[in-house]
């Protein structure tokens, strides 16, 4: 194969071959381009409706509460048995198994939502507040909690606290 390689392009100068690849790439190039502006085109287009209807939903949801939580094994029996009997039934629990959100809303608003949040860190308090979404990462105190075999009544009262600090930021936005 080597061989006929060689004999294929012998006496054709290296630099009419190199012009030769390179004009097929711009060739490439020229039918391609057509093709990625209307994707461009299209992925602007799907972008600025997803944003229209995600901030429909922030304005129909303002004031709404979320509690999220994970599947992590040293965590959701812990959530479970503790904390969501003690949540008041406003609060919307999302459980987030793997990376999917699992809630009643839209699944694809509630994962931007997720995405964008500040405090990273599971379990999470969310306020939807003026278009915005508030938030608070209970991760360290949940896993205080656990880790040193403390009451649990100690995180679901730091969870009142946070949530109150909540209320109160989105109440001092003029709601």
Not at 6 to 28: C, D, E, H, N, W
Not at 163 to 168: C, E, F, M, V
């Amino acid at each position: 194969m080597r061989g006929k390689t060689r004999s294929l392009f012998r006496g054709i100068p290296a630099v009419i071959i190199m012009a030769l690849i390179l004009l097929g790439f711009a060739i490439l190039f020229v039918l391609l381009l057509p093709l990625m502006l209307i994707l461009t085109i299209h992925d602007g287009i799907h972008s600025a409706k997803f944003k229209k209807q995600y901030d429909v939903f922030l304005q129909q949801n303002d004031g709404a509460e979320f509690f999220c939580y994970t599947n992590r094994q040293n965590s959701e029996h812990f959530v479970q048995t503790h904390v969501l009997p003690s949540l008041d039934p406003t609060i919307n629990v999302i459980h987030l198994v793997d990376r999917n959100p699992i809630t009643h809303y839209e699944q694809a608003f509630i994962s931007h939502m997720l995405l964008n949040i500040r405090q990273v860190g599971f379990p999470n308090i969310m306020k939807v507040s003026n278009n915005a979404v508030l938030d608070i990462s209970l991760h360290n105190e949940l896993y205080s909690t656990t880790n040193q075999n403390k009451d649990p009544d100690t995180f679901v009262e730091c969870l009142r606290r946070n949530l109150d600090t909540l209320r109160a930021s989105h109440a001092s936005k003029g709601v």
